[in-house]
């Protein structure tokens, strides 16, 4: 079965990793082969799954992928996964926080049921740096999680990030009734593909960083407010006319499409001592 975990304070101990957690199975053949069907895996593929459970996902995955890398933590499912897969030579089981795993170099997809304690930061090790190999994937997260994501209305700058690179959807809510034991709120699945034609070139994926860092201190500011310190007032006016914006509005308001003409007026005419600057993280 796969897994979903929930941080459980009764069952961590010290020196525990940050996704030691409570485990939660889905328990839906049909759901299950839902998922993997969503991704249009080849012999050709390297596919991971990041918490692997007792592998419900992963013998699917292995009998379509060209390798398949199950990570998991708790040792009772991983020893579970070793007896389960020890003759499928495209399947690795790697006994590791999900959060200290190396990614691959080459080009992956991703299809997990991921803890949800830890949703936001394996997100980010996937999409924060579009220079890695992460192509696409199908993830199974908390609703409420899924639904900022993918929301028109953006309150944190990382998922304005994201979507310079990668085209991220809902997909479908899931039941809280095809998790065993059922957790206290609904899941959803969200598709992940990278954009064939990226807003920003993944090369000034740290330049967009940086102005976006600045421009989203505070999500609710006023376009004019926001824009201050970066853009002189001639050139906010003109970048309004732009963006098509009559009226003020919120930048969480903006579209990508919107924060692309924003990036490319910004390298084009701001000097570059102007632009807000982000330090590169490993």
Do not use: C
């Amino acid at each position: 079965m796969t897994t979903n975990k929930y941080k459980s304070t009764k069952k961590i101990t010290r020196g525990a990793p940050r996704n030691f957690s409570g485990q939660h199975l889905m328990h839906s053949n049909k759901l299950i082969h839902e998922i993997v069907d969503q991704v249009k895996i080849s012999r050709h593929d390297t596919v991971l799954d990041l918490g692997a459970g007792k592998g419900a996902l992963t013998s699917v995955l292995s009998q379509r992928a060209g390798k398949v890398l199950a990570v998991e933590y708790d040792i009772e499912f991983v020893e579970v996964l070793k007896r389960k897969f020890f003759q499928q030579k495209n399947t690795k089981i790697i006994h590791e926080d999900i959060l200290q795993f190396r990614l691959p170099k080459e080009p992956f997809i991703v299809v997990s049921n991921i803890p949800y304690s830890i949703t936001t930061p394996i997100m980010k090790m996937l999409l924060n740096n579009p220079s890695i190999g992460f192509q696409r994937g199908v993830i199974v997260m908390e609703k409420g999680a899924a639904k900022r994501f993918t929301s028109n209305m953006v309150k944190d700058p990382y998922v304005i990030a994201w979507r310079m690179w990668f085209d991220i959807r809902y997909s479908k809510e899931i039941s809280r009734k095809n998790f065993s034991p059922p957790p206290r709120v609904d899941s959803a699945m969200i598709s992940i593909n990278r954009k064939a034609r990226p807003i920003v070139p993944t090369s000034d994926y740290l330049i967009f960083w940086g102005m976006v860092n600045y421009l989203f201190k505070s999500p609710r500011s006023s376009i004019d407010l926001a824009f201050k310190g970066i853009f002189t007032p001639p050139q906010i006016k003109q970048l309004k006319r732009n963006l098509g914006v009559k009226n003020d509005r919120p930048v969480a308001s903006l579209s990508e499409q919107q924060w692309g003409i924003i990036f490319k007026t910004m390298v084009k005419h701001v000097p570059k001592f102007r632009w807000p600057k982000i330090k590169k993280r490993n």
